[in-house]
């Protein structure tokens, strides 16, 4: 048997060491947190639990809850869909690979506030280009900063254009590494298109689709910036996702006790959730 040289670690334990400390260092001073109450003065009082059995039983809690598991959801079941569709659209060889390649990922290299400012602005009923066209030009009346509904849509739509790149960009590497000798043995067979999907390519892709929608998960479950930059967690509390309210009660109201267990049952949720995902994903891999 072929030993395997295992001294290539000692290249990557410095940089383990550093996230590692990076991380643990922070997760312990909200654990910290989580267990104690303060009146300020730097003073500290033992709390146990009780933090996290007032977050689990807050109705704000589960308000934000749901919203953010909406939002996920709806993110979820649109941008995976088109990621894909996408993908099989694009050229495989030729000039417009290249073209099509850099298109899908510029929407990526765009800072996550600059893109909640570009959507603010873009949206507005007024003055923004998109706002203006719906209102004026055909006659809807669309408000993102009264009405939730319009609140709702310019985000979900703001995220579509912003990270559906991402999951476009994984299947297509997926599709390419597909060798053309399974579809000449396609065509020999006389399969429909709809035949080579389901047996050819999304199997094939079904490696790079787990690691899309583990991320696309993760982001949308976590995102903060951008909806917070373009509607601020309103019209009221319409779009105040888990993350926002969390950033409020951290910062804006400065309870740090219960912002940090929330932060936890937050992780929490969000591994849990991603390990779920994995393990459905991959289960048929282990046979």
Known sequence: MRKVNQKGWLFVLPVVILVAFNALVPMMTVV???????????????????????????ERFHAALGRQVLFTVTILLIEVPLGIAI???????????????????????????VVGAMW???????????????????????NMTRDPVAAWI??????????????VLLCYAGLVS?????????????ASNWAVFRHIQLPKMKHVLTIAVLLRFMDSFNIYTEPFVL??????????????DLV????????????????LIYFSIT????????????????H
């Open 154 to 167: 310019t985000i979900i739509v703001m995220d579509v254009w912003h990270w559906t790149s991402l999951v």
């Open 178 to 190: 597909i060798p053309d000798a399974y579809y000449q043995a396609a065509r020999i067979d006389g």
């Open 231 to 244: 509607t601020g967690g309103g019209p009221g509390n319409s779009t105040t996702l888990l993350s926002i």
């Open 271 to 286: 591994l849990l959730v991603s390990w779920l995902f994995y393990t459905l994903m991959t289960r048929h891999d282990t």
């Open 87 to 113: 993908a099989l659209a694009m050229p495989r060889k030729g000039f417009w690979v290249p073209v099509c390649l850099v298109t899908m990922a510029l929407p990526m290299l765009i800072p996550w506030n």
């Open 32 to 58: 910290n947190y989580s267990v104690q109450e303060t009146f300020g003065n730097n003073q500290f009082f033992w709390h146990g639990l009780g933090w996290f059995q007032d977050i689990l039983r807050s």
């Open 248 to 263: 409020k009660m951290a910062l804006g109201q400065f309870d740090l006790g219960p912002a940090a267990a929330m932060s």
């Open 120 to 142: 603010n602005i873009f949206a507005l009923p007024d003055i923004g280009l998109l706002g203006y066209f719906l209102n004026h030009v055909l006659g809807i009346d669309y």
